[in-house]
């Protein structure tokens, strides 16, 4: 996906939501190396935006991504393939003939990958000075 705006967007999120997204886009796209300024090298498939929302989640709102997502509406990854696909339509963003809602769907549980397997780093905090 590549971000494009130049149309309204039907938007049954919260607008935090699709604003989060377009920010987890962007912090994919760096942290995977690709360049933004084309479409052929600046993509990232459905499963990549989810990682990147999911490490871009922990790192604004660690332990509470699940309760600031929901505020915004969403449950399940699924929900953020609906935006994405919402994006799509709307003319914000580019997809590829590979790109599929069902890329989305299912692909982590919120509560395994934002308490669970939550880590709380205290080296720093530990360490003599």
């Given at each position: 996906?590549?971000?494009v705006?130049?149309?309204?967007?039907?938007r049954t999120?919260?607008?935090?939501?699709?604003?989060?997204?377009?920010?987890a886009?962007?912090?994919?796209?760096?942290?995977?190396?690709?360049?933004r300024?084309?479409?052929?090298?600046?993509h990232?498939?459905?499963p990549?935006?989810?990682?990147?929302?999911r490490r871009?989640?922990?790192?604004?709102?660690g332990?509470?991504?699940?309760?600031?997502?929901?505020?915004w509406?969403?449950?399940i990854?699924?929900?953020?393939g609906?935006?994405?696909?919402?994006?799509i339509e709307?003319?914000e963003m580019?997809?590829t003939?590979?790109?599929?809602?069902?890329?989305?769907?299912?692909?982590?549980?919120?509560s395994k990958?934002f308490?669970?397997?939550y880590?709380?780093d205290?080296?720093?905090?530990?360490?003599?000075?």
């Amino acid at each position: 996906m590549t971000s494009v705006r130049n149309r309204a967007t039907p938007r049954t999120y919260h607008p935090m939501a699709y604003k989060f997204v377009f920010s987890a886009l962007r912090f994919t796209q760096e942290q995977l190396g690709r360049d933004r300024s084309t479409e052929a090298t600046g993509h990232i498939s459905g499963p990549e935006l989810l990682d990147g929302i999911r490490r871009l989640g922990l790192q604004h709102f660690g332990m509470m991504s699940i309760v600031v997502f929901k505020t915004w509406g969403i449950h399940i990854t699924d929900d953020f393939g609906k935006i994405v696909f919402q994006l799509i339509e709307a003319g914000e963003m580019r997809k590829t003939d590979d790109d599929q809602l069902h890329d989305f769907l299912g692909v982590y549980d919120f509560s395994k990958v934002f308490l669970d397997d939550y880590t709380l780093d205290t080296s720093e905090v530990f360490t003599k000075s």
